[in-house]
RNA sequence: GGGGCUGUAGCUCAGUUUGGUUAGAGUACCUGCCUGUCACGCAGGGAGUCGCGAGUUCGAGUCUCGUCAGCCCCGCCA
């Protein structure tokens, strides 16, 4: 029996003279010849055990035995440090415990890796050893955190009248959208589950079905290329409301988010949101999820360049494209080195270049100062408030291939010039996105949110003859929550009137069978008695790793996946038995 | 699908520029000594498929080509 049982690191000064009895992990066993001293961790830290040459000659040499990463319990009597003795790095660290009995429960190889050592080893060895590198203790407080968010998430939601509600992990898969993973049925030969990109459907028809408000903490899979904040499943926080507007769903995602960071972090977050709209992001930041913690705002410079002598300007701008700046002032710190790293860097957006100049306070020099005109530089100095020793860089092309290289830019510049507060929780709406975007290259209208999102009031009309240049004059009823620059969450209010549905749907270019075929059982709720409802999704895995300021969601999750989808623990994916696919019906027909 | 960085002892890395002695360091590990350590100390020791495969060469960790893996980015992610 281990009822009796304490934690290593919930030991404390006023029990000392108490008998406790532990059970944990030698952290490490320093052994000076006449004194033992044995680290044990529990899930909840570490605390000095000691052995001295009083014990036992068998708890002297079991206690001598114990290496790193063996399993023990112990039993023994806190006693206060002697204050020359106190280890003030140590949260336990006044106290220890004098052992009287050591059991080893278990023994362990050398570990591969280090746990007493922060952060030091690869990130694949870590992966691996994913049951060693979980005992480190940021990643067991990244783990213990989450844990508690999700509780806070749960009160909070439950508190708030929501009801958690599982929704099918084997569904259909619907060609929109994200790749699906797919699962072969047995039972229907040649016919495939898929599983969900997020619980879309499900979750409208619950509201259809009158459960009002519906929360879930559910797994998503999207089968698409991977990044440092892109699991192949990840987690959301699932909400759907009915009887609401987009404000109502706002407020109420404020609340739960301060909640959430309250428990995480113990700060208070000031509600409500700030509010951009879609076009302001892109104007002002050129991404819509734009980093608010600084400012270096981008500025249209298409005007003063209309009759510029620099061709690069006024060829894009024949060609239909703009130009756009951005300006800091740098003080002469963004050096040569740089500005050629960032130029080069920007080219992966689709632009040719990164023209640049200086402002001295007075003048432009360097880079393109020579095809500036005193009047252009004045414009310029009022453009962007133009002080001191400034450096001004410039992108020209498609209005997105410049707004993401002069956005990655601004990033830069940011960082290069220590304007972001890493302490600052910057939340923010983006609200008013575009419900279409029109791809030239497919010549069709592609939701920019879902099909289901809905259109606002006074764009109905336009629905019926909407041509590719108005593809954007279309504002959809849809709202993104970001933090620090990163999108955390988006959602909508949903379109709950079939005929409106049947517009979106023809405009999109899926036909009726089509739509029949894919959602016809929303198609049909839809004629029963939809609530106006809508919702959003949180990605909890992203909200983890900003409040806790890790460089990656996968150290905010226990067993994440490799950028190419596989598991180092469990070597997923892997082949199957010739049975199994044969049961299957399947063949794998080459690599 | 494309680009970049990385791969050497259990771990972290140096050595690769300019091919040439027996491939090193710190740490971890093992042994011994040590009664207040907590990055213990001191002495000694073991430890390598230089990611893998070809090629060039008298000779390859080092040069070339291919390949695999991890990470980062573009595309992609309704």
Redesign the pocket.
Known sequence: MYTSRSYCGELTLEMVGNRVELAGWVE?N??????I?M?LRDVTGTV?M?V???ASSELLSTADQA??EFVVRASGTVRK??P????P??PT?AI?VVADSIIILNASL?P???VDVKD??????R?KYRYIDLRREDMRDAIIKRHRAMMAARRFLSENRFFEIETPVLNKS?P????DFLVPSRNSIGEFYALP??P?LFKQILMISGFDRYFQIVKCF?D???????QPEFTQIDLELSFIEAGDIMRVVEGLLQEMVREVTGREIKTPFRILSYREAMDRYGTDAPDTRFGLELSDCGDIFSNSDFTMFTAALADGGVVRGIAARDDGKISRKMIDQYAEEAK???IKGLPMCRYTGSAAEGGIAKYLKPDDIDKLRTRFNLSGQSILFFAAGSPAAVS?ALA?VRIKLGRALNLIDEDRLEFLWVTDFPLFEYSRDDRRF??????FTAPRADCLSMLASLKPEEAERVIAQAYDVVLNGVEIGGGSIRINNPDVQSSVFSLLGISREEAEMKFSFLIDALGFGAPPHGGIALGLDRIMMLLLRR??I?DVIAFPK???G?C?MSNAPSPVSPEQLEELNLKVIGK
């Open positions: 490490s320093r052994n000076l010849g006449g004194i001293f680290k000095q000691v001295d040459s009083s290496r790193s440090r002697d020359r003795n106190v280890n790095d140590l660290g220890e050398v591969p890796i280090p030091q080893t690869g990130e694949d060895l992966l619907t929109e959208g994200a790749r990109q997020s879309q999207r698409e290329d991977l990044r440092n904040d892109r992966v957006f689709g993401s990655n592609y939701s920019k949110h879902h099909p460089k990656s996968r490799t950028t190419r596989q180092l």
